[in-house]
Structure formats: C-alpha cells, structure tokens
C-alpha cells in the first residue's frame, strides 16, 4: 500500500488524520509573528483551555523575536538569544500546540496547509513534507521587503526580515570592522536603501554602535567615523507615512550624527560594492541593506486562488476573513484590510497585528458559538521611531490631535510597546523579571555585541 509520507511520522499524522478521529475544532494559526503569537497564546488561555477548540500554531522557527527589534540586533546593541521566546514553552503556558514547519501552500478544498520538510543545519531530515488538516486556519506570515525588481538587489543587498537576515547583517559589519581595524584602516561604508522606518532605525541605531564599536579597536578608535553611513529614498522625505514633524526631526538628528541623506534618489542598480543611482552617480559601499517597500511573504501566492493585492497581500473583510473563503482569515503584515473604503489600508506595523489577534481571539470564540462576527477597526494611537539606545521620536494620538514628542520619554513609549507584547506572552512577573534580567545583564556585557 502506498502511503502519504505524513502517515509516516506519528505526531504528524496525529495532525494530519484528524477527520478520522473527529475530535474539537482546529483552529490552525501559521505564523507566530507580532500577531500569530499573541493570538495563539489568547485562544490557548481560553477556547483553548475550556476544551471547546484545539489551537495548533505552526511557524517556520523554533523560537519567537519581535520584529521591531531587528535593526537593534542588526547593529549589536541587542543579543538576539535574549530576546527570544521557545514556542514549546509559550506553548506549554498557554495550552496550546506547537508544530515547526515551513508554509508551503493551501488546499482549502480539503481544509489542509502543505508544510516543507524540515531539515536541521547539517541537512539531516527531522519530518518530511507533510500536512496539517484544519476546521479555521488563521494566515499571520507577515511580510518582506520590495527591490521591485532592482537589478543586483538580490544578489548583492542583505534584508532585514527576519532574525537570520539581522544576525547575517551584523556578522558582516563586525567583519568588515575588524578588516578595517587590521588592514584598510578606512571607515567602513554601509549603505541603506529605503527611508522608511525600518532604514531610519537602522541608520540611527548604528549611529549608537559605532562609538562603541571603535572604542574595542585600535585604529578604528582614531577614525572621526568608524561607519560612513548613506541612506537612499526615491520619496521627497523620510518616513513618508509619518507626520512630517517626525520626520523632519528625524532628518536633523541623522544629519548631526553625520549620516549622508539621498532623498528624492532612485537605486538603478546595486553591485557588490556600490549602489547606481538613476541619476547617474555612485555611491561606494562595503555592506548595502535593502529596507524597501512592504510586500508579502512570498508563500502567499500559494493560497489557492486567494485574492492578492499587488503587493501580494491576502484581501481580507472587515471581519479579517479572506474574500473567497470564510474559514481563512488573515491578520498583521500579509493581510490588506480596509474596513472603512473612504479610508487608507490598515498599515504593516505591530501595532496593527496586536489588535487584529486581540479581535479575532475574540471573534474566533464566536464563531465557535455560531455568533456572528464583529468589524475591525484600527485604532492609530500613534507612531514612534527610536533613532538610538536613548532616543526617539514620535507623534502620540490623543484627544482628536497628534501630539509630537521625543528623546527619552518617546524612547519609553517604545520600549512599554514591547514590554506590553511581553506581557500577553509571559504574564507580568515573568515580563518583570526577564526585564530585571536585561537591566542586570547589560552591566556584565559589552554595550554592543562583538561577535
Ligand atoms: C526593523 C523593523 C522595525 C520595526 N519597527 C516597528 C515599530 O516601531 N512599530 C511597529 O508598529 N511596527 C514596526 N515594525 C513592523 C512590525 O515588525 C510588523 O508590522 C509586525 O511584526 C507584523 O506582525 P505579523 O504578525 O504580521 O508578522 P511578523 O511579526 O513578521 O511574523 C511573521 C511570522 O511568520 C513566520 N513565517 C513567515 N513565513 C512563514 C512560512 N512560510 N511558514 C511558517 N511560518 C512563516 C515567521 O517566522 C514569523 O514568526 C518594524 C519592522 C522592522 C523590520
């Protein structure tokens, strides 16, 4: 008898073959991202926990970082291992299940997602390809930058999507500084693509790490400084979804700190060791980001005829509900949601995927109910931008205006935003002491990560 490879593994089978044993409702969530973790972590503590569901959540890792951290660890003023959440453990605290796999597409006429083989790093196969049956599936896979086809982008910029690409992007830094600090004797040339948040952040963030860098090398130490960092935008300004107080005070702190802004700029082409502009110039680089765009993981093309935008986002309603088929919803970076048609999409931030699991951990436990299912609507509370350790700036949404702020209490409003993810996650006395361990920690170590 020719059997399906996931017959052949026990737990995936127990996964996969579960219309023969008709148990509880499967709530399948793919992607413990911002959003996918938190709205794991709800249901668990409750559909969950009283029996009425069975919360499954797949992600392509074993381990959770919270994206708006990557540029912190990009320039190693954060260690990754310690910011990193096991999903057994979170698993394991809020009563849900755990299944490492990688998306690779959706049939969703027999209710079932098609997951890659997973492999550990030497190759050695840990569980075939295999299936996952669902009653609900819930698309949370975030997204991916955009070269929008730039020739050479691929090939010769590094991203910053995930917490691979981050570690990637400072293992190459830390080499280039120590060749700097052994041979060439030069600063080192980083330039970013992209003046989003994202490319802001990331300028202003090695703008912190530099002095700290220099201070471990000798002649590094001499240099006036040790990164010559240029940031390019095709748009007028920075941050164009801000308000533009934000980002004109963005614009002046990048420009004392001695960051080159190409503003109005296109890329035309990237090479191994410069940028093309359209305009015809070049400009020299030892190590070139690409922080561009927003588009969606490119898995989403494999949803079975979903509807896409054409930055290949899953549509979805007012209720997060994808257009064609009311047991797929989607949420965060990989859904377009414009609940109000006279208004502007829901944006790609964390803060929109933290309220979408907090509605669809509601929603979802009605639908169990057959309740019907309430609208999403975006709450903007605000924007913040750290540009360093120590400061950022923000425009705060209160009382029917925006206020703009900055340096140490926008630095705070950030930090409470992550804090605050924490707590879904952890609870308060676990957020409290992984904090107090952090605080102590940080005395012991170098301020920036050497390695
Ligand atoms: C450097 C940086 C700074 C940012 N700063 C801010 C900020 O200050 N404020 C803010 O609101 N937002 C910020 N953002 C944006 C924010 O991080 C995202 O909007 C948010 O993380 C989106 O959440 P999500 O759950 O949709 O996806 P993500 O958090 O990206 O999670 C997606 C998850 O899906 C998993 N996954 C992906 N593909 C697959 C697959 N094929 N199979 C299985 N699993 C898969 C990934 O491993 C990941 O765990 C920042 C982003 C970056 C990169």
């Known amino acids: 008898m020719n059997r399906l490879p996931h017959e052949t593994l026990p737990p995936t089978s127990l996964l996969a073959s579960r219309r023969q044993a008709q148990q509880r409702h499967r709530i399948l969530i793919v992607g413990g991202g911002a959003g996918g973790l938190e709205l794991a972590a709800r249901l668990g503590r409750t559909a969950g926990h009283r029996g009425e569901a069975e919360i499954v959540l797949v992600d392509a890792a074993a381990t959770h970082l919270w994206k708006p951290l990557l540029h912190e660890i990009a320039a190693g003023t954060r260690y990754r291992q310690q910011h990193e959440l096991d999903y057994r453990q979170q698993a394991r605290l809020h009563g849900f299940r755990f299944h490492q796999g990688r998306l690779q597409s959706v049939e969703r006429g027999p209710h079932r997602i098609w997951l890659a083989a997973l492999c550990d790093d030497e190759g050695m196969e840990i569980a075939p390809r295999r299936s996952v049956a669902y009653d609900t599936l819930v698309l949370a896979v975030g997204g991916t930058d955009n070269d929008f086809g730039t020739p050479g982008a691929r090939r010769h910029a590094l991203s910053l999507n995930t917490p691979d690409d981050a570690e990637h992007f400072h293992r190459r830094l830390m080499a280039l500084c120590a060749r700097a600090d052994l041979g060439t004797g030069r600063p080192v040339q980083v330039a970013i693509v992209g003046g989003g948040a994202t490319g802001v952040e990331l300028a202003a963030e090695l703008c912190t790490a530099a002095p700290d860098i220099a201070a471990y090398g000798l002649r590094l130490q001499k240099l006036a400084q040790p990164l010559q960092l240029t940031l390019v935008e095709a748009g007028p300004r920075l941050l164009a979804a801000l308000p533009e107080a934000v980002a004109e005070r963005a614009r002046r ?151 703009i702020f900055g340096g140490a209490a926008a630095r705070f409003g950030y930090w409470l935003l992550h804090r605050r993810h924490l707590a879904v996650l952890l609870g308060p006395l676990r957020t409290a002491a992984l904090t107090l361990g952090e605080c102590l920690s940080r005395r012991a170590r170098p301020r920036v990560k050497l390695h």
């Open 253 to 403: 702190d990048l420009e004392q700190r001695g960051v080159t802004l190409r503003l109005g700029q296109q890329v035309a082409e990237v090479h191994r060791d410069a940028l093309l502009l359209r305009d015809g110039s070049r400009i020299d680089a030892d190590l070139v980001v690409w922080a561009a765009g927003v588009q969606g993981a490119e898995v989403l093309a494999q949803t079975d005829g979903l509807d896409l935008t054409p930055q290949r986002q899953l549509k979805v309603g007012p209720t997060l509900q994808t257009l064609r088929d009311e047991d797929v919803f989607a949420l965060g970076d990989c859904a377009s949601c414009r609940p109000d048609p006279d208004a502007p999409p829901v944006p790609p931030k964390a803060q929109a995927a933290h309220q979408q699991a907090a509605l669809l951990a509601e929603s979802l436990q009605r639908r169990l109910r057959g309740e019907p299912l309430p609208d999403f609507h975006y709450r903007e509370r605000g924007n913040l931008v750290t540009l360093g350790r120590d400061r950022a700036v923000g425009a705060l949404n209160a009382g029917g205006g925006s206020t």
